[in-house]
Protein backbone atom coordinates (compact mmCIF):
# COMPACT_ATOMS: atom_id res chain seq x y z
CA UNK A 1 0.00 0.00 0.00
CA UNK A 2 1.32 3.56 -0.87
CA UNK A 3 1.30 6.16 1.71
CA UNK A 4 -0.22 9.32 2.06
CA UNK A 5 1.65 12.42 2.09
CA UNK A 6 -0.03 15.75 3.91
CA UNK A 7 -0.07 18.84 1.36
CA UNK A 8 -0.54 22.26 2.01
CA UNK A 9 -3.99 23.30 0.99
CA UNK A 10 -2.90 27.09 -0.52
CA UNK A 11 -0.33 24.98 -2.72
CA UNK A 12 -2.72 22.13 -4.20
CA UNK A 13 -3.48 23.36 -7.52
CA UNK A 14 -5.73 20.86 -9.62
CA UNK A 15 -8.58 20.80 -12.58
CA UNK A 16 -11.41 21.11 -9.67
CA UNK A 17 -14.88 21.23 -12.44
CA UNK A 18 -13.38 18.14 -13.74
CA UNK A 19 -12.37 15.99 -10.94
CA UNK A 20 -15.30 16.33 -9.42
CA UNK A 21 -17.67 16.38 -12.74
CA UNK A 22 -15.47 13.39 -14.84
CA UNK A 23 -13.69 11.93 -12.03
CA UNK A 24 -16.37 12.11 -9.43
CA UNK A 25 -15.98 11.70 -5.63
CA UNK A 26 -16.93 9.35 -2.28
CA UNK A 27 -18.47 10.93 0.61
CA UNK A 28 -17.76 8.98 3.36
CA UNK A 29 -18.68 8.96 7.08
CA UNK A 30 -18.69 7.00 10.31
CA UNK A 31 -16.04 4.33 11.64
CA UNK A 32 -14.52 1.64 10.24
CA UNK A 33 -17.17 -0.44 12.25
CA UNK A 34 -19.70 1.46 10.75
CA UNK A 35 -19.60 4.02 7.94
CA UNK A 36 -21.14 4.62 4.56
CA UNK A 37 -20.43 5.69 1.76
CA UNK A 38 -21.97 7.66 -1.97
CA UNK A 39 -20.73 8.89 -5.12
CA UNK A 40 -21.10 12.64 -6.09
CA UNK A 41 -20.28 14.68 -9.14
CA UNK A 42 -22.08 17.84 -7.43
CA UNK A 43 -19.95 19.32 -4.98
CA UNK A 44 -17.17 21.90 -4.82
CA UNK A 45 -14.28 23.81 -3.50
CA UNK A 46 -14.07 27.82 -1.60
CA UNK A 47 -12.70 29.84 0.65
CA UNK A 48 -15.28 30.69 3.26
CA UNK A 49 -14.78 31.95 6.70
CA UNK A 50 -10.90 32.68 5.76
CA UNK A 51 -10.81 29.18 5.73
CA UNK A 52 -10.76 26.59 2.99
CA UNK A 53 -14.21 25.14 2.55
CA UNK A 54 -16.24 22.12 0.64
CA UNK A 55 -19.52 22.12 -0.20
CA UNK A 56 -21.74 18.54 -0.70
CA UNK A 57 -25.02 18.13 -1.84
CA UNK A 58 -26.65 15.54 -0.56
CA UNK A 59 -30.48 14.05 -1.33
CA UNK A 60 -32.84 13.08 1.85
CA UNK A 61 -33.24 9.63 1.03
CA UNK A 62 -29.42 9.06 0.28
CA UNK A 63 -28.25 6.27 3.25
CA UNK A 64 -25.04 8.45 3.29
CA UNK A 65 -27.15 11.45 5.09
CA UNK A 66 -27.70 9.87 8.14
CA UNK A 67 -23.55 9.27 8.72
CA UNK A 68 -23.03 12.57 7.71
CA UNK A 69 -25.85 14.15 10.15
CA UNK A 70 -24.85 11.88 13.00
CA UNK A 71 -20.91 12.64 12.59
CA UNK A 72 -18.83 15.90 13.10
CA UNK A 73 -16.24 14.89 10.39
CA UNK A 74 -16.08 13.21 6.84
CA UNK A 75 -13.91 12.44 4.20
CA UNK A 76 -14.06 13.46 0.65
CA UNK A 77 -11.95 10.86 -1.96
CA UNK A 78 -10.66 10.98 -5.50
CA UNK A 79 -9.78 7.76 -7.53
CA UNK A 80 -7.78 7.73 -10.66
CA UNK A 81 -9.93 6.31 -13.65
CA UNK A 82 -9.55 2.50 -13.02
CA UNK A 83 -11.69 3.15 -10.00
CA UNK A 84 -14.82 3.95 -12.51
CA UNK A 85 -16.64 0.89 -11.81
CA UNK A 86 -16.47 1.07 -8.18
CA UNK A 87 -17.72 4.83 -7.89
CA UNK A 88 -20.49 4.04 -10.18
CA UNK A 89 -21.62 0.81 -8.22
CA UNK A 90 -21.35 2.92 -4.82
CA UNK A 91 -23.59 5.97 -6.56
CA UNK A 92 -26.06 3.34 -7.79
CA UNK A 93 -26.35 1.14 -5.04
CA UNK A 94 -27.66 1.86 -1.34
CA UNK A 95 -25.42 0.58 1.94
CA UNK A 96 -28.79 -0.22 3.33
CA UNK A 97 -29.28 -3.25 0.84
CA UNK A 98 -25.49 -4.36 0.05
CA UNK A 99 -21.97 -3.91 1.52
CA UNK A 100 -20.03 -1.36 -0.90
CA UNK A 101 -17.03 -2.08 0.44
CA UNK A 102 -16.96 -5.98 0.35
CA UNK A 103 -18.73 -5.17 -3.88
CA UNK A 104 -16.58 -3.04 -4.94
CA UNK A 105 -13.29 -3.99 -3.09
CA UNK A 106 -12.75 -0.84 -1.91
CA UNK A 107 -10.54 -0.95 1.55
CA UNK A 108 -11.70 1.77 4.16
CA UNK A 109 -9.25 2.94 6.82
CA UNK A 110 -9.20 4.97 9.40
CA UNK A 111 -8.53 8.56 8.38
CA UNK A 112 -7.90 10.70 11.62
CA UNK A 113 -11.24 10.75 12.88
CA UNK A 114 -13.13 9.76 10.10
CA UNK A 115 -12.89 6.80 7.00
CA UNK A 116 -11.24 6.53 4.02
CA UNK A 117 -9.88 4.22 1.24
CA UNK A 118 -6.80 3.18 0.41
CA UNK A 119 -7.13 2.96 -3.05
CA UNK A 120 -8.03 6.74 -3.29
CA UNK A 121 -5.54 9.12 -4.94
CA UNK A 122 -6.48 12.33 -3.07
CA UNK A 123 -8.62 12.21 0.56
CA UNK A 124 -9.97 15.92 2.05
CA UNK A 125 -10.96 15.54 5.72
CA UNK A 126 -13.89 18.15 6.33
CA UNK A 127 -15.37 19.41 9.67
CA UNK A 128 -19.02 20.07 9.47
CA UNK A 129 -19.16 23.66 9.49
CA UNK A 130 -22.90 24.79 8.21
CA UNK A 131 -25.62 23.00 6.83
CA UNK A 132 -29.13 24.03 5.36
CA UNK A 133 -32.10 22.18 2.86
CA UNK A 134 -32.30 24.07 -0.73
CA UNK A 135 -35.56 25.87 -0.89
CA UNK A 136 -37.86 25.55 -3.74
CA UNK A 137 -38.51 29.46 -3.62
CA UNK A 138 -35.06 29.69 -3.73
CA UNK A 139 -34.62 28.31 -7.28
CA UNK A 140 -34.58 31.00 -9.78
CA UNK A 141 -34.81 29.33 -12.90
CA UNK A 142 -37.62 26.84 -11.46
CA UNK A 143 -38.54 25.92 -15.31
CA UNK A 144 -35.55 24.10 -16.07
CA UNK A 145 -33.89 23.39 -12.59
CA UNK A 146 -37.29 21.91 -11.17
CA UNK A 147 -37.95 19.50 -13.84
CA UNK A 148 -34.31 18.44 -15.10
CA UNK A 149 -33.59 17.68 -11.04
CA UNK A 150 -36.03 18.05 -8.34
CA UNK A 151 -39.48 16.09 -10.35
CA UNK A 152 -39.99 14.51 -7.07
CA UNK A 153 -38.74 17.94 -5.28
CA UNK A 154 -36.29 16.04 -2.88
CA UNK A 155 -34.14 19.34 -2.53
CA UNK A 156 -31.00 18.98 -1.55
CA UNK A 157 -29.14 19.09 1.62
CA UNK A 158 -26.37 21.37 1.81
CA UNK A 159 -23.49 21.07 3.61
CA UNK A 160 -20.29 23.59 3.90
CA UNK A 161 -17.08 21.66 5.85
CA UNK A 162 -13.65 23.34 6.47
CA UNK A 163 -11.15 21.23 5.26
CA UNK A 164 -8.68 20.38 8.20
CA UNK A 165 -6.23 18.02 5.91
CA UNK A 166 -5.36 16.68 2.99
CA UNK A 167 -3.42 13.65 1.71
CA UNK A 168 -2.53 12.52 -1.47
CA UNK A 169 -0.22 9.80 -2.99
CA UNK A 170 2.75 10.57 -4.80
CA UNK A 171 2.37 8.50 -7.42
CA UNK A 172 -1.05 10.22 -8.57
CA UNK A 173 -2.47 10.62 -12.25
CA UNK A 174 -5.71 12.65 -11.46
CA UNK A 175 -4.00 15.98 -12.49
Keep these: MEEFKEIDLFKLSFPVFRLINNNWMLITAGNLESHNTMTASWGGFLILWHSPMAAIFIRPQRHTKKFIDKEKFFTLSFFEEE ?56 ILNKET ?3 NFYPEKDYHEIYFAKIVKAKIKESTNLF
Excluded: H, W
Design 145 to 147: IIK
Design 83 to 138: YKDALTFCGRNSGRDVNKDKETNLTPFSFETSVAYNEASLIFLCEKAYQTTMQENN
